[in-house]
């Protein structure tokens, strides 16, 4: 078995479980696991839709995901990248108000389970990674997500500066996070807005090309003695002040 046709640990496979969008072919459950209630409701939601469950030792557990599998792992189609085209025009009824992830060479899988995650729970409209100088969908990326992959379109496009341009004809604002931007983050009016907030790679940040298509550069604070951000929390910091003033703005107008 191809280990990229594995999804493993219970958030993961509850997740795809409840999603119900992927076909599950086989859930692997470890022998002799304590049934707590994770595995409980895991077990409950495959004999609902009919999924084969097979016990098997821990070793060979090990063997098809590594030692992290939390005791459960499933055979799963491969994860659908959702079109761009497609993307665009089911975004037209959203009015000023669309936000998406833009990830310029993020290639840690850790690091885009965790921004997916992040973006499903400010409810981010969709997140888009280039095919190259990217970390794909991986089991390892399910895994860090914990489940959430599946709730929010996550898009492949092969030039990300055209995919920009596209956004652009398409009513989007472009915020590209660099530590020499000359504006903070937080000085940007984000409501009203249809946003791109694009975040850079492990080693070299936005690629020149990339910044130069931004409609703004904006920078994060470090008074501190350290001059990067790990690009999740970079990330989840630019995402939630986005969130942070339409809440407040949503406030003001009930008001």
Known sequence: MDKNDLV??????????????????K???QK??????????????AKTNNIIIQEVPKEKLNMMAG????????SVSPVEYIDFDDFLS???????????????????PHNLGSIIRTSVAAGADAIIIPRRRSSPVTPTVEKASA????????????????AIEKLKENHFWVIGAESSGEKYYFDI????????????????????????????????????????????????????EVIRQRIKQNANIKS
């Open 8 to 25: 493993y640990g219970r958030n993961s496979v509850e997740g795809i479980l409840a999603s119900s969008k992927r076909n599950i072919n």
């Open 67 to 74: 030692e992290n599998h939390q005791g459960i792992a499933a």
């Open 27 to 29: 859930i692997y459950l």
């Open 189 to 240: 009016e984000y409501n009203d807005m249809n946003c791109a907030i694009i975040t850079g790679g492990e080693n070299q940040g936005i690629s020149q090309l990339v910044k130069k298509n931004c409609d703004f550069l904006v920078k994060i604070p470090m008074p501190g003695n350290i001059n990067s951000l790990n690009v999740a929390n970079a990330t989840s910091i630019l995402i939630y």
């Open 90 to 108: 089911s975004i037209q009824s959203k009015t000023n108000n669309a936000m998406v992830i833009i990830l310029d060479g993020v290639e840690d």
């Open 147 to 162: 489940g959430a992959i599946d709730k929010i379109p996550i898009i492949q496009v092969t030039n990300l500066n055209k």
């Open 32 to 45: 002799g696991i304590k049934y707590d209630e994770k595995i409980k409701k895991i077990v409950d939601l």
